[in-house]
Nanobody
Framework: QVQLVESGGGLVQAGGSLRLSCAAS????????MGWFRQAPGKEREFVAA????????YYSDSVTGRFTISRDNAKNTVYLQMNSLKAGDTAVYYC????????????????????WGQGTQVTVSS
């Protein structure tokens, strides 16, 4: 049974930092891309960041570029999202996702490229 389990969410003041983790289990994730998406109340799920398997190429949404950093430890099947300079607009449920590495860069941004999803972790940024 494939599981993606997020942790590290919580309440933080604006300007603060959080580090999210996502532990994957249940199968080999060799060759899989890993990503983070988020969904705020009343809004659609949106792409945050992604990382490739082989080259550790990273992708970010414009809204988090320069503030968030995605990384992965393939030996531990774990992906991380370091979030700095948090803003109230970053408040959302953050979801970890895994999918077979897309063949084109653009597909890293699409939620349909990811077949496995975690349950989400709440991040609340107070202003």
């Amino acid at each position: 049974q494939v599981q993606l389990v997020e942790s590290g969410g919580g309440l933080v003041q604006a300007g603060g930092s959080l580090r999210l983790s996502c532990a994957a289990s249940g199968r080999s994730f060799a060759g899989y891309a890993m990503g983070w998406f988020r969904q705020a109340p009343g809004k659609e799920r949106e792409f945050v960041a992604a990382i490739s398997w082989s080259l550790s190429t990273t992708y970010y949404s414009d809204s988090v570029t320069g503030r968030f950093t995605i990384s992965r430890d393939n030996a531990k099947n774990t992906v991380y999202l370091q979030m700095n300079s948090l803003k109230a607009g970053d408040t959302a449920v953050y979801y970890c996702a895994a999918g077979i590495s897309p063949t084109s860069a653009g597909n890293y941004y699409r939620h349909t490229s990811y077949g496995y999803w975690g349950q989400g972790t709440q991040v609340t940024v107070s202003s």
